[in-house]
């Protein structure tokens, strides 16, 4: 029999990851999950920052890292200016001072433009699950164990699921943007 829940929910993972994903976004107020996305090559593998050193955020426009090990502070500096965060890490010690600067007009249209693009990705694999799902319903009416009346009646209710799912990635990227733009 078909299951629609199980669509449901890999469409809710999807926007798990794209939440993830919008929470890095600088903003012009310091966020420790804006690093969440940058990897550091130690001790032969990426790592993400939080797993070697600590995150903390003392002020509105500060990020610090306190590295546990000396030799890694080098290695979180250069993967911090490779990013696309446009941070300036400052070192004093095993301690990486992270001041976030305010956001210009043009930051802010670049950031506009990728949560966009975040958001229409997000979407485009929303439909692709759902598109799947179709698929499934198809293989299930010709090996005859649906009905087509069954067919259309489960395609309306993933298409209902996949309709909210686009609304709720619509309502986090224009959410997303009001915070850009209020800073």
Known sequence: MFDE???????????????????????????????????????????????????TTPEPRMINIQVWDQNNVSLID????????????????????LPVPELNEERRTEL???????????KISIRNIRRDANEDLKKLLKSKEISEDDEKSF??????????HVSIIDEKVTSKEKEIMTI
């Open 112 to 122: 506009k433009k990728i949560i966009k693009s975040m958001g229409e990705k997000c």
């Open 78 to 97: 250069s993967a911090i200016k490779k990013s696309e965060l446009g941070l300036n890490p400052q070192i004093d010690g095993q301690l990486i001072r």
């Open 155 to 164: 395609e309306k209710k993933i298409q209902v699921i996949t309709d909210n």
């Open 5 to 55: 829940k199980s669509y449901s929910l890999k469409m809710a993972k999807t926007i798990d990851v794209f939440t993830k994903e919008l929470s890095s976004l600088r903003t012009g107020r310091a966020n420790a999950s804006m690093l969440d996305l940058i990897k550091v090559d130690v001790y032969g593998q990426l790592m993400p920052i939080n797993q070697v050193g600590s995150i």
